[in-house]
């Protein structure tokens, strides 16, 4: 069956912070703390809750635009998987930002403009890596 939720992220301005903070206060644990570039060239920091789907993303605020540290801590956007990730960002016209292509350019994540949906930001990505991060987290044993 198609599961489309696969995580909701929360801003926070230190994601080491947050993530002892959200263990110890939700009983929730998460993996290691990872940084990655994003298709801008900037670099983001995050990590995910091993508990899921939906599973909890922790975004430390970096850079410019959606991830920025004018941003307030708090919700940010819902995480959707989708077969067909720069159709689906089609619908949400102008404004997508483009997180991930793959070697063709072809679109594979997407983060939509706030305005497009009543004010909440959906993230688009494909299913095979919705499928490669869930056997990563699902190789952890939580205790």
């Avoid at 801003?11 to 994003?38: C, M, Q, T, W, Y």
């Avoid at 922790?58 to 410019?64: F, H, I, Q, S």
């Avoid at 959906?122 to 890596?129: L, Q, S």
Wanted: hydrophobic share 40%; proline share 6%.
């Amino acid at each position: 069956m198609y599961e489309p939720y696969f995580h909701f992220a929360v801003l926070v301005r230190d994601v080491e912070a947050a993530r002892a903070n959200f263990a110890a206060k939700l009983g929730v644990e998460f993996e290691p703390v990872h940084s990655s570039h994003i298709h801008t060239g900037e670099t983001i920091r995050y990590c995910y809750s091993y508990q899921g789907p939906p599973y909890i993303e922790l975004a430390e605020m970096t850079g410019t635009g959606s991830w920025s540290a004018e941003q307030p801590e708090g919700f940010h956007h819902i995480g959707l998987t989708d077969p067909n990730v720069a159709s689906r960002c089609r619908l949400f016209g102008e404004g997508v930002d483009v997180m991930g292509a793959d070697g063709s350019g072809e679109l594979i994540v997407g983060l939509t403009p706030p305005e497009a949906l009543h004010g909440i930001r959906v993230e688009y990505f494909d299913t095979a890596i919705a499928a490669q991060w869930t056997g990563s987290l699902l190789t952890r044993t939580v205790t």
